[in-house]
């Protein structure tokens, strides 16, 4: 049996020899002669020599720390012929820097609004490798907005107008793509019940299991978007894209469309890309356990192999639009036409819609209670099904409220993962101990 158990096993002040512990209770074990096997004194368990083997090397495995890190594929800078007709347009309000050709003559930021101004030829930054260029045109931009303000009661009436419409922007998005094989060691403590009576007790059995899940999951292409000047949750809303349809860069993709330099680099953007995999692969390898009643991670330890990235440009239609000193910013997938963006809230439509609400409840209740309680009907019904009423008021309104909101940060890889490549080289559902609990039934005369 290994001595270096993270948990079980722990070297004595004293005595300078190995304490092990009891995996149930935290006790010192001891070696019971008679029966062969490790004995707690003090909560009576009793482990053989196997299992203590296969619980040691379970923590063993599952306490090493994670180890993400990535090796850049992208090294080619621009060439002079690709840059000779590119100028760089910069926003003074916002920070936000675009590239386009000499043609395009931007005058407002499709980030915040503001007015740009050229700073001059275009130059440095690293050459993309890819670029899904843009299947959706200005047209189908305007419609997708027009379709995202449908419905919406709560909104103010000025974003229903048509002034911003020309506004919308075909924009390249800078994204870093991060390829990887995710080798993944965690450890889980899981429980089985088991519950029968008798004419005076109930019982409870809860058997106590260690878990263990190993192998390896492929992640191909987990996007993020390497420009701080916009929202990474805006552009994790419009997501997926069908990397399908990339094909090598080339500057004509860019002619009539804005391009975003990048400021961010793939070592800046890594973190994101790391809690993605990981938030994900968890999860895989979670839903691996299966028949039992309750399952808790203990340990997790994720190391990537193969893990590469490189850099591409996303088309999107971007609209920003300002109201009561706020900016807002909406996005559509240039490829897919997904359209998100958050939503103002009017406050007087808000309260407008609650009191019809509230009244419509309080109305309801009121009669609920008349009907049930026929002549007995009082003030006293009223107040309370008027107070139940205000309360849920705030339903419908909390439901049109939501409806406000599309842009959501993305914290899982899931549609990156590559079909079929989870690999499990180690499973493993190993028993450690049970307890056995019982109540005293309640007497007839107590019921």
Known sequence: MSGSAAFLCERGNMANLLEYKCPCCGGSLEFNSQAQKMACPYCGNEFDMATLA?????????????????????????????????????CKSCGGEIVGDQTLGASSCP???????????????????????FKLDKEAAKAGLEKHLEGRKLL?????????????????IPFWLFDSD?????????????????????????????VLRSGTLDFDNVPVD????????????????????????????????????YDETAEDCAPIANERIKTSTRA?????????HSVNEEACSISLENAKTRYALYPAWLLSTTWNGQNFLFAMNGQTGKFV???????????????????????????????MKGSEFGATHVIIA??????????????????????????????????????????????LYKKLEKRARPKPSQQ
């Open 54 to 90: 296969s619980y040691d090397e379970a923590l063993n495995t599952s306490q090493a720390e994670d180890q993400m890190n990535w090796q850049s594929e992208t090294d080619d800078n621009w060439s002079a012929d690709e840059v000779s007709g590119m100028v760089t347009y910069t």
């Open 111 to 133: 980030f915040c609004g503001n007015p740009v101004v050229m700073t001059g030829q275009f130059s440095g930054a690293l050459r993309p490798d890819l670029v899904i260029p």
């Open 156 to 172: 103010p009436k000025v974003f229903k107008s048509q002034n911003h419409i020309d506004e919308i922007k075909g924009v390249y």
């Open 182 to 210: 995710a080798n993944a060691n965690i450890r889980y403590s899981a429980t089985k019940e088991r519950t029968w009576s008798d004419a005076d007790y109930n019982y409870t059995e809860t058997e106590y299991y260690s």
């Open 226 to 261: 390497g420009s701080s000047t916009i929202d990474n949750k805006l552009m994790e809303s419009i997501e997926p894209y069908d990397i399908s349809d990339a094909v090598d860069f080339q500057t004509a993709y860019l002619s009539g469309y804005f391009a975003n330099k």
């Open 284 to 292: 895989v390898f979670r839903d691996t356990v299966k028949g039992y």
């Open 341 to 371: 963006g958050n939503l103002p809230t009017d406050k007087g439509a808000y309260w407008k819609y609650y009191g019809i609400g509230a009244g419509i409840s309080a109305a309801a209740f009121n009669l609920i209670a008349w009907l």
């Open 386 to 431: 008027c107070i139940i009423a205000l309360l849920f008021g705030f339903l419908p309104v909390g439901i049109m409220k939501s409806s406000m909101t599309s842009v959501r940060h993305k914290v899982e890889a899931q549609n990156y993962i590559r079909q079929d490549s989870l690999n499990l080289t180690v499973s493993d559902d190993l028993y």
